[in-house]
Every structure is written in C-alpha cells, then in structure tokens.
C-alpha cells in the first residue's frame, strides 16, 4: 500500500528543501484515532525514507518490526473484523511524538470484504451477474426467472465424475446451434477410441490441427522421422544436455554464443536496509563463496571483517530483481565472527564456526520466511574440537560437512556431519590426510573432495570422502605442487583448482577426473592471468570465471572465463562503464547466481556497499541431424 507524506521542522520549513536527507519513520495503524495502548495498535513498522521538498514516498509493509509490536507484510490482513473500516494511521519521526492527528483510511481498502451485491456490471456498464430472490442469473437483460438461468454458451472444463452423471442422456435431450469447435472440447476429451471410424486426411480440413494440439515430443518426432529437419540441419537449445533431441538422433555440436557479457550496479551505495560495507576475509576461493548463500532468488550477506576494523554480527538479504535489501532480525542471531562458512537448505541459511581473534565453534539456522534464528547443536563428540577457523564447510544436499581448519595453532585432520533435519551430527571415518587449513573443497553430488592446504608446511595431496559409505579415497599429488589458497570448482564431471600461495603467488592451474583419478594441467593460456591467490571462482555451467584475487601486496581487477571442453581461455571485459580505475576484486562477499556473478564493493573503495553483477556471454547448445 503506497502512501505519500510531507515534513517539516517546527517553523514550518519543509524538510530536505536544500538537499534531500535520510529519516527514520514508524508508521502504525491504530483501531481509532485517539488510543496509545498496545490493544490498539493493530499494525507498526519502520522504514528510512528520502524526504525532499517535504515530500516522501513509501511502500507500506516494506519495513521492519518494530520490537514486539505486531507487524506483517501482507496489509490485507489488517482490515478484518467487524470493525475493518476504523483504521487510522499515525507516523512518528524519529524518536519524537507521534504527528496528529491520524490519517483515517477512505473506504478503498475495504471494498474486498463486500458480503452483499445484487448486480456485477461490466466496464461498459451491461449486466455480468444479476439475482432475483434465490434465482441467479448470468449475462440476462432480464430478471432471471429459474434458479441458474444463463444466456450465451455455457462452457464446463469438467463435470464431476468425468461425465459419468450424464450417462444415460439422449441426443434428443441435447439442443445444439451452431457446429461443435475444438474450443468447445477440452484437451484431451476426444481419443480415436471414442470415434465410430478413424478419421481420414479428407476429413481434417488443412490447418484444423494446430501445433498446440500436438504433444512437444510429438511434434519432435514428427520432425526426426518425417523430413521437418533434414540431414545436416541444426537446432538450437538452451540445455547442454537435451536427452529429447540426443534420443531422436541428434548429436551436440556444443556451445554458440548468444550475445555478450554485460556488467551493472544491481545495487546503489548506502542503499535502504543494506548492510554496512564489509569484506569476506576466507582461507580459500571456494571458501569464500561460501561465506554468503544464494537462495535461488535472493542473496544472503551476514558477518564478516568491518572496513573499519574488527568484525560484524549484522546481514541483510539482497534481491537483485529488484536492487532492494531486507533487513535480517538480530534476535538470536549469531555473535560477531568472520571466516565462517554457509550454507543455503533449500528453506534455511546455515552459518558455522569462524573467529574474532580467537576461534569458534557454534552455529545458527536463519529462516527468511520468518526472520527467525534457530540455535544448532554442537557435535559434542569426544576428542573433536567443535572451535575451529579456516575448515571447509560442504553442503551435500542434506547434510553439512564440516573438515580440517585450525585453532589455537593446532592443525585437524578430523570433522563432523550436521544434519539440519534432526538437528544432530555424526562422526566421520579418520582421514588419511594430514591436519591442515585454508586447503580447497568441493561437493562432486556423491563426494567430497579435499585438495591441497596448509598447516607449518604446503600440501599437495588430496582425498575424496563419501558419506554415504564414511569412506576416503586417496588422491595423486597434483601437477601444481604444494599450494594454499586455491581457487576451485567443480564441473560437473571435474574438480578445477586454480593459482594458491606457496610462499609466493601461484600462475596456473590443474583438472582432477574422480572417473580415472587422475590429473591434468590446464591450458598454458594462463599466461593471460599473473600468478595470485584467493581469485574469485565460479562455474557458469560450461566456463570457469576467475576473477581478482591478491598477490601479497594488493588485490587485482583482471579475469578470465576459462572453457575445460576446449581448453582455452577469454578475458573478462574491465567494466570500464561502473569500475572505477584501481578497483581491486579481493576478499569481496559475491556468490554465483546461476546467470550473473554478484559482488559487494571493492577492496580499496574505501568501504562501500554498493552491489555489482558481471553477466557472461550467454550460450545455447547446437545439435545437428546427422
């Protein structure tokens, strides 16, 4: 419900005249005009508005809660009960009293809840429904004279029972003007098998049949066998692996670009409700894309490392359709952390672990639907340390598994499993890796894959772990050497690791098949990139972005969209058209939203929390008949 107000100061003087300003607004919606207890608030939120000129714009119910005070998002709800036409709004600035007096609601908001009409009239003013009495009638110009009387034709998508209470109906008793059009029958409700005869082609008149009416497989069929598409003719689908078209004899010939990358700020500077500015310090890539989760349509930012110093226990969620963000209730929330690791449900944002100087080892659930936190229980398991930092967190699809890290200089080779479902974890099988921290980690969709890290010496071994089983399996040392900080991802059928610290920066990269157990190096094209750290990873479904990154003196801005099916590389655009010169891609929050990769500020901007999208080329997949 939009509502538009005017402010002033106390001589009069409209607020915002010079520069339009920020305030903070309670808006609440009483019974009656005059009463201040709580039974008469039925309704409070508050929001931070622009004011210029005086004037101000809201989205009521766009807000956040107000302490206890009873709130919602859906403002239909306010105007129930016997006495939904006294509702009387009262904004307050600040902390200030309330202006007066209070606004009362015209009688709009409550013409849904009408319970008594004798007419529904059209924009044109003809009659749509009129009744008489206990008759009803439905597009008349008279007064209806029987119980249903309708003019026009009458059209039933389904009779109860299937028809079956109009069995027994004679032709005779059935009345038809006109002819009988595929209109009048639903889908469906003529087989052959209710058909005398099969019809013939003389009987289907040219066009009678429409593609509609044809089932899509149907129709690809028809295409494949008949001669729609020739021998050596191409078709085009947006999915990578179109089992329909492969089934009927067509074969991939891959990817074809679509149109181009394209860059844009998704969402402004010092936005309403958005976090204060932040960055993600993370053991690895991978680990920083999980220090926030990406629900399917909004994206969650909680904790992390202040601009300012030290380290934050807010969030909010950010809608990138939209630009706009929600705040995140601090009631139960976790406390102040950074170096955690996330992971999104399906219905809930997990967050574990993670330091503020010193270690920690507890977690919380956050439910967006409710703004609601949930404790998580600890493991509680003899000889494991539950405080940890700079560990791996994976998300199965059920479970969360927790692995290595360190605290207190102390390096573990050892994890849990936490079921959100139960609320419980479960130990796993001793790994036969050594202890160690800021190592990589991906989830295969059966496994888990651990590669390279740290402790008082660089690794370059690596297992694979299978909960299902609570079994390890070795891995061959990498053709990259003893490395930290890389930045992986899994394809789909490989893990991809890339750069990594070793005492210096790290150029290149390398491919691992769990099929064959084997690794590869990738392309000398990274000969495109210089050797860093920590770059910012995500997988597009056919291309690995890498982006940023540090070099132990500053963060980098340069990237590149790496293909694994042809080998070979492309550098990302420089975005010239919002990426202010020097901008630095370097322990930034971001997250892969299945088509743009999104990021918040820069390392060098000074402290902004302005949200940026990179969106690659988009691709389409050619499959030819042979």
């Not at 005779?172 to 006109?178: D, I, K, N, S």
């Not at 889908?187 to 098998?193: E, H, I, M, R, V």
């Not at 360190?406 to 099988?429: F, L, V």
């Not at 972005?545 to 990302?572: A, K, Q």
């Amino acid at each position: 419900m939009a509502f538009q107000g005017f402010l002033s100061d106390t001589v009069g003087q409209p607020l915002g005249l010079a520069n339009p300003l920020k305030t903070n607004l309670t808006f609440r919606i009483y019974r009656n005009a005059t009463g201040t207890t709580p039974g008469d608030i039925i309704w409070a939120e508050s929001q931070t508005v622009v004011v210029e000129q005086g004037q101000y714009t809201v989205l009521l119910g766009g807000g956040a809660q107000v302490g206890t005070e009873p709130f919602t998002n859906h403002l239909a709800t306010v105007f129930t009960g016997a006495d939904a036409s006294d509702r009387f709004l009262g904004v307050t600035v600040g902390t200030g009293a309330e202006i007066r007096p209070r606004i009362q609601f015209f009688a709009s908001p409550f013409a849904q809840f009408s319970g008594a009409a004798t007419m529904l009239v059209g924009a044109g003013g003809t009659s749509l429904i009129n009744a008489s009495g206990t008759n009803l009638g439905v597009n008349l110009t008279n007064t209806p004279a029987f119980p249903l009387e309708i003019s026009g034709s009458l059209k039933a998508t389904n009779f109860v029972g299937s028809g079956a209470q109009l069995t027994g109906v004679s032709v005779a008793a059935v009345r038809l003007t006109g002819t009988i059009t595929a209109a009048h029958l639903a889908d469906g409700a003529l087989t052959g098998a209710k058909l005398a005869a099969p019809l013939t082609t003389a009987e289907l008149a040219d066009g009678s049949v429409g593609s509609s009416a044809i089932s899509a497989n149907a129709i690809n069929t028809l295409a494949a066998t008949v001669g729609g598409v020739g021998s050596g003719a191409i078709v085009v689908s947006t999915n990578a692996n179109n089992t329909t078209l492969t089934a009927l004899g067509f074969v991939n010939l891959g990817p074809a670009t679509l149109d181009g990358e394209t860059f844009q700020v998704k969402g402004f500077d010092g936005a309403p409700n958005a976090p204060s500015p932040r960055a993600a310090f993370s053991s690895s890539s991978d680990m920083g894309l999980r220090m926030s989760a990406w629900t399917g349509s909004k994206w969650i930012v909680w904790g992390g490392h202040a601009w300012g110093g030290g380290v934050l226990g807010t969030g909010a969620i950010f809608d990138p359709a939209l630009g706009t963000w929600t705040p995140m209730s601090s009631v139960n929330a976790p406390s102040a952390r950074q170096d955690f690791q996330t992971a999104w449900t399906g219905t809930r944002f997990l967050i574990w672990g993670g330091t503020t100087g010193n270690s920690i080892g507890d977690g919380r659930l956050y439910d967006p639907a409710t703004d609601k936190w949930t404790t998580m229980a600890g493991p509680g398991r003899p000889g494991y340390t539950t405080n940890r930092v700079d560990f791996s967190g994976v998300w199965t699809g059920t479970e969360f598994i927790v692995w290595g890290g360190q605290s207190g200089g102390i390096y573990w080779d050892d994890g849990a499993i936490y079921n959100p479902a139960t609320d419980t974890w479960r130990a796993m099988a001793p790994s036969p890796l050594a202890g160690r921290h800021l190592h990589s980690a991906v989830w295969t969709g059966t496994e888990m894959i651990i590669q390279n890290g740290s402790s008082s010496v660089y690794y370059d071994d690596g297992a694979r772990y299978n909960p299902a089983t609570d079994t390890w399996t070795p891995m061959p040392f990498n053709p990259m050497g003893k490395s930290r900080s890389c930045g992986a991802v899994w394809t789909g059928t490989e893990m991809i690791i890339y750069g990594g610290w070793d005492g210096g920066n790290i150029h290149g990269g390398a491919r691992y098949n769990p099929v064959s157990n084997t690794w590869k190096s990738i392309s000398p094209g990274t000969a495109t990139l210089s050797a860093r750290y920590r770059p910012l990873v995500a997988w597009t479904g056919h291309e690995m972005i890498i982006w940023g990154g540090g070099n132990g003196t500053s963060g980098l801005s340069d990237g590149v969209r790496y293909n694994p099916t042809t080998d070979t590389w492309v550098m990302l655009g420089d975005g010239a058209n919002f990426i202010a010169a020097g901008s630095r891609l370097h322990d930034m929050f971001y997250t892969w939203t299945g088509e743009e990769f999104l990021w918040m500020g820069f390392w060098n901007d000074g402290g902004i929390n302005a949200v940026y999208s990179y969106r690659p080329p988009r691709s389409a997949y050619l499959y030819a008949k042979p």
